[in-house]
């Protein structure tokens, strides 16, 4: 049977800043990513992310990001490899101590925004992060855009990679997301982001932007959780990939 996990970015509320539904969406993801604290997050937030995660059976991962919390972590940063390294083991620790606190066993880590998509077309970012992730802990899965920079690097370094795809975003020809400085980067109509995912998951196919159909690998699914409609949306995807004899799993589950 085919097996897909479904992703979503969680524990973005900060101080008195609350943003997304995270309780309502966990019960119908796979993996939650929890931001860290550099482009969202604190530790208040991150410790009840990770509580509700496990209520919920929700597998945790670190989803490390640029200090750049006015800019929740979508600005181009200009660091150095040696202190990207840094930046992610520093973070991968800081969601490790709330894991042992409620005895999750960590399942993955995925960088957010800009780092994540620096890394998908810069091997020397790659590898840093692929380092720091095999240097905290080489158990842990290291989710990479499908195709990019750091699913290889990742694999380089020992780790178990995770393909992942954009259930709300459409791609280029070369298989990359379209720029979110786009018109179109967003798919805001539901049917055809269900579309979209079940063929990524089921046929290893997406059209691009100019009508180009471009093999994929769809390990995770990136849903989002701060939309309009993301719980009637991601309630649907999951009722439709069960329909077409898909497994929605966690990709750490056995």
């Known amino acids: 049977m085919t097996r897909v996990d479904l992703n979503c970015d969680m524990g973005e509320s900060f101080g008195a800043y609350s943003f997304g539904g995270d309780e309502a969406i966990l019960n119908y993801i796979t993996s939650a990513n929890v931001a860290c604290g ?9 410790e009840e992310t990770v509580r509700l995660a496990k ?12 200090p750049d919390l006015a800019g929740f972590g979508r600005r181009f940063m200009d660091i150095a490899p040696e202190e990207i390294y840094q930046l992610v083991a520093y973070q991968i620790g800081a969601l490790q101590a709330f894991c042992k606190i409620h005895g999750v066993v960590m399942q993955h880590v ?34 990479g855009l499908a195709g990019g920079e750091l699913v290889a690097a990742g694999r380089a370094a020992g780790l178990t990679v995770a393909s992942e795809v954009f259930a709300d975003r459409t791609y280029q020809p070369d298989g990359t997301l379209t720029s979110r400085k786009e018109a179109n980067a967003l798919i805001e109509n539901v049917d055809t982001a269900v579309n979209q995912v079940v063929r990524m998951v089921k046929k290893g196919v997406v059209t691009a932007v100019n009508g180009d159909e471009v093999a994929i690998k769809a390990d995770t699914v990136c849903v989002h959780g701060d939309g309009a ?14 329909e077409a004899g898909v497994e929605v799993t966690s990709v750490g589950k056995k």
Do not use: Q
Not at 130 to 135: E, I, P, S, Y
């Open 110 to 143: 995925k960088p957010h925004g800009a780092l994540y998509n620096t890394a998908a077309k810069d091997r020397a970012i790659a590898d840093a992060i692929a380092r720091a992730v095999r240097d905290v802990d080489d158990s842990l899965i290291l989710f």
């Open 229 to 242: 409609h993301a719980i009637a949306f991601v309630e649907k995807l999951r009722e439709v990939l069960t």
């Open 55 to 66: 209520e919920k059976h929700v597998a945790v991962g670190a989803h490390p990001g640029f």
């Open 38 to 46: 550099f482009h969202a997050g604190d530790p208040r937030v991150m």
